[in-house]
């Protein structure tokens, strides 16, 4: 495209070098009063500069090292990829065995693969909602989906995600399906409100449950939608757009790509599609339904076939956001993650079972075992993330906004409960806090408590509401079929006492 490399490109470094704050300036007014010197002295006065030449080679040497590091200074670009109902066993490089996704694999073979990352909560709106505000589940606004979703518009007093990248200088864009408020009014429910500098994708969560909108929103501004269009190819295209302005700019960028892949209802691209019903002809019979808010939502022939389709075409999408970045020389200062914002749902047809979309894990979407929350979580970064490693580090959603400060030498906003796992990133595992526990909680609505869900170590505790504690050891039993409750007592002591300590009751809004 004959675009210049970002200014803030870093070459490739080892990955525990640390990114120091020097800059060139410095360099510069060291070396330039000594050339001057050299330049100005007569060659017979040369000689006077002989019992310097140790202080020139040493310098000249050391520059040699520090100008890597000091491009390594820059600010690297930041892309987050969120699936939405993606499971846990759902890419090939976390076990799927129908499937391929070879281009999401490339962030583990390239990257990190996180084994222990947990979603904010077992559903949509206020699994994003951590996402932004870096709050758990106990703590924040909103823990379930709710019937008026404009009510889980974000606090525009916090700090959110998107802000801090403002804050550093970031451009900020934003791809997909928002989930916290319809995504075309003016204030608290906007995207742009909240830092944002672009915005395109759905109207609003309800209407994202279809691929064929009439609608989508870019910038606020509702713009029609041809008939047929399969919006996930437009809304790639503006992240896509979105990325080479910001290089062109020459300004780094916060890339969030919410794409509403695979959730409900299962439409696929029409070639994808075909392809895979004739690798599963025998569900022909089968029929997807979904609705999206009055929106149309066509039903689905084969939706065994469109899921499959729907993460092909994901892949496709992935690996084209990956070309584009070896493209526009910007793949070494370029973060690339990748996470789902829960578990595998059980809707428009999809058969998570067929799939093992869990991973093997127990429960699915709306519920607080591991197959709910966990989520398969990647990062490449070439040259800062060594390539290839498995990291069991235990993290979550609320994590990201820590990172993310981290990362940008932003402060953190004080409502956030997450730790940052930058060194996690690096390959500093000794330098990498730990939690104490992660907490979850899902409501009916923003605050009737459903179940609720704790990690410690390896040990998870999983309460429905009104019923008994049930304790389990990961470590022994990962899919959570040997209730050890009655055999632990004090443990499950603990565990009730750290929920109680976790949750804190809903502030209702004003
Ligand atoms: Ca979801």
Request: charged share 20%.
């Amino acid at each position: 495209m004959g675009i210049e490399p970002n200014e803030h490109q870093i070459p490739r470094f080892m990955g525990n070098a640390p990114l120091t704050l020097i800059t060139q300036k410095p360099l510069i007014a060291l070396f330039l009063p000594m050339l001057q010197y050299f330049c100005v002295c007569g060659r017979g006065d040369r000689s006077r500069l002989a019992p310097m030449k140790p202080l020139f080679a040493a310098l000249f040497l050391i520059s040699q090292f520090v100008t890597p590091v000091v491009h390594a200074a820059g600010k690297p670009n930041v892309i987050y990829i969120l699936a939405d109902d993606l499971g846990y066993g759902d890419l090939s490089c976390y076990g799927q065995e129908k499937f391929k996704t070879p281009n999401i694999d490339r962030l583990a073979k390239e990257g990190l693969k996180f084994t222990a990352h947990y979603s904010g909560n077992t559903v949509c709106t206020p699994s994003r909602a951590v996402l932004m505000t870096g709050q758990h589940s106990g703590h924040c606004f909103v823990r379930g989906n709710l019937g008026n979703e404009n009510e889980a518009a974000l606090d525009a007093k916090m700090t959110v995600l998107p802000e801090v990248f403002k804050a550093a200088g970031y451009r900020t864009g934003a791809f997909g399906k928002w989930g916290l408020g319809h995504t075309h009014l003016a204030g608290a429910t906007n995207p742009l409100s909240h830092g944002f500098d672009e915005y395109y994708g759905w109207k609003s969560q309800v209407i994202a449950h279809t691929y064929y909108p009439s609608t989508a929103v870019h910038n606020g501004r509702e713009v029609p939608l041809k008939k047929g269009t399969y919006i996930h190819g437009p809304l790639m295209e503006h992240a896509r757009d979105f990325i080479r302005r910001s290089v062109a700019a020459k300004e780094p960028f916060f890339c969030y790509i919410p794409t509403a892949i695979p959730h409900a209802a299962m439409h696929a691209p029409a070639e994808l599609h075909a392809k895979w019903r004739k690798v599963f002809p025998q569900f022909d019979k089968k029929i997807g339904r979904y609705g999206a808010g009055g929106e149309a939502c066509p039903d689905v022939v084969n939706p065994i076939a469109g899921f499959a389709a729907m993460m092909e075409h994901l892949d496709n999408e992935v690996g084209a956001v990956l070309a584009l970045l070896a493209e526009l020389g910007i793949d070494d200062n370029t973060l690339v993650m990748f996470a789902s914002d829960n578990g595998a749902h059980k809707e428009g047809g999809h058969n998570p079972a067929f799939w093992n979309s869990t991973g093997g894990l127990r429960g699915y979407k709306r519920d607080m075992h591991e197959g709910g929350i966990r989520t398969p979580m990647l990062a490449r970064w070439p040259g800062v993330i060594a390539p290839g490693k498995t990291t069991a580090h235990l993290s979550a959603f609320q994590d990201l906004l820590p990172t993310m400060c981290e990362l940008t030498g932003q402060p953190v906003p004080k409502q956030n409960d997450g730790i940052s796992f930058l060194p996690t990133l690096r390959g500093a595992a000794k330098k990498q806090a730990k939690h104490d526990y992660l907490y979850f909680e899902f409501c009916t609505g923003a605050s009737k408590i459903r179940s609720q869900a704790l990690r410690t170590g390896n040990w998870k505790a999983y309460r429905p509401v009104g019923k008994p504690l049930e304790l389990f050891n990961l470590a022994t039993d990962p899919y959570e079929k040997n209730n050890l409750a009655k055999s632990k007592p004090d443990l499950v002591a603990k565990m009730v006492a750290l929920m109680k300590k976790a949750h804190v009751p809903v502030v209702p809004r004003k």
